[in-house]
């Protein structure tokens, strides 16, 4: 399995970016797909996530402005996020589970002004 990551960059604060993961097999056949990130010496911490069923999962810090989505003719995982602040820049991974985990590349999403 490959995971695509795709559409980070620069915005500024209050602004919006829209990240997209392309995955080498059917989107809607992972337990779970999600996206993570990692900011300069910090952990990689869960952003969202949706799970076979369409629930989903976000962390306190992200609800209200960013949402994750499934794209199943593209067969990716998308994640929009709005309202940006500059405690939101990291480096985002996208990762799906079936059986065992998948990670994408890092993309880097910078909120500065």
């Known amino acids: 399995v490959q995971l695509q990551a795709s559409g980070g960059g620069l915005a500024q604060p209050g602004g919006s970016l829209s990240l997209s993961c392309a995955a080498s097999?059917?989107?809607?056949?992972?337990?779970?797909v999600g996206w993570y990130r990692q900011a300069p010496e910090n952990q990689r911490q869960l952003v969202a996530r949706?799970?076979?069923?369409?629930?989903?999962y976000y962390a306190d810090s992200v609800k209200g402005r960013f949402t994750i989505s499934r794209d199943g003719a593209k067969n990716t995982v998308n994640l929009q996020m709005n309202s940006l602040k500059p405690e939101d820049t990291a480096v985002y991974y996208c990762?799906?589970?079936?059986?065992?985990?998948?990670w994408g590349q890092g993309t880097l999403v910078t909120v500065s002004s």
């Open positions: 949706v799970d076979a069923g369409g629930s989903t």
């Open positions: 990762h799906a589970f079936l059986g065992i985990g998948y």
């Open positions: 097999r059917r989107i809607f056949t992972f337990k779970v």
